[in-house]
């Protein structure tokens, strides 16, 4: 399996911040990634995908970029209902494999 | 918009088999093109993906629970389901249905809490 690890596993942010969390997979997954945003009680939301394209209804204050084996989410400007855990996801062979987690906290 | 919905059981005792179904609306799974999915997350802890069932009936599973898991379709109904056989409590987590496409899982079903506990 293609392990996928995240850093860090939480940040500390203000609103207005730019954030940036990192994800690293194995082996080289192309341009294969994820990421998914996870508030509390609720499903994950896809974000990104294909490492750079931004899922339909997403704000483009969310960015994605990267490809192999090191990637990057980017939050422009910090929103309240940003506050959430992060994850990110290979989709470049099965079974398709999640990264720890970040945490985006005040 | 597509939406899922998960529905079972949401006790099941230790060694017995977790049931689940995920009904699917506003698109049709024989449409093709799309990995139904299950994925589930135990409490405070990461994603782990279970596996997936194409319209055809071809199934993908995780081989962490390969030997426990079965998947399967009715696309008469739009639902497909879920069996995880000798369940323990390290089977209790959220499940979550989800449409699979080649970029992620785009839309995903709320979730079901699932306690294996006698």
């Known amino acids: 399996d293609i392990q996928m690890t995240q850093s860090p596993s939480s940040v500390s942010a203000s609103v207005g911040d730019r954030v940036t969390i990192t994800c690293r997979a194995s082996q080289g997954i192309s341009s294969w990634l994820a990421w998914y945003q996870q508030k509390p009680g609720e499903a994950p939301k896809l974000l990104i995908y294909t490492a750079s394209s931004l899922q339909s209804g997403v704000p483009s204050r969310f960015s994605g970029s990267g490809s192999g084996t090191d990637f990057t989410l980017t939050i422009s400007s910090l929103q309240p209902e940003d506050f959430a855990t992060y994850y990110c996801?290979?989709?470049?062979?099965?079974?398709?494999?999640f990264g720890q987690g970040t945490k985006v906290e005040i | 918009q597509v939406l899922l919905q998960e529905s079972g059981p949401g006790l099941v005792k230790p060694s017995q088999t977790l049931s689940l179904t995920c009904t699917v609306s506003g698109g049709s799974i024989s449409s093709g093109g799309y990995y139904w999915s299950w994925i589930r997350q135990h409490a405070g802890k990461g994603l782990e993906w279970i596996g997936y069932i194409y319209y055809s009936g071809s199934t993908y599973y995780n081989p962490s629970l390969k030997s426990r898991v079965t998947i399967s379709v009715d696309t008469s109904k739009d639902q497909f389901s879920l069996k995880l056989s000798s369940v323990t409590a390290a089977d209790t987590a959220v499940y979550y249905c989800?449409?699979?496409?080649?970029?992620?899982?785009?839309?995903w079903g709320q979730g079901t809490l699932v306690t294996v506990s006698s």
């Open positions: 996801q290979q989709a470049d062979s099965f079974p398709w494999t």
């Open positions: 989800a449409r699979g496409v080649s970029r992620g899982s785009d839309f």
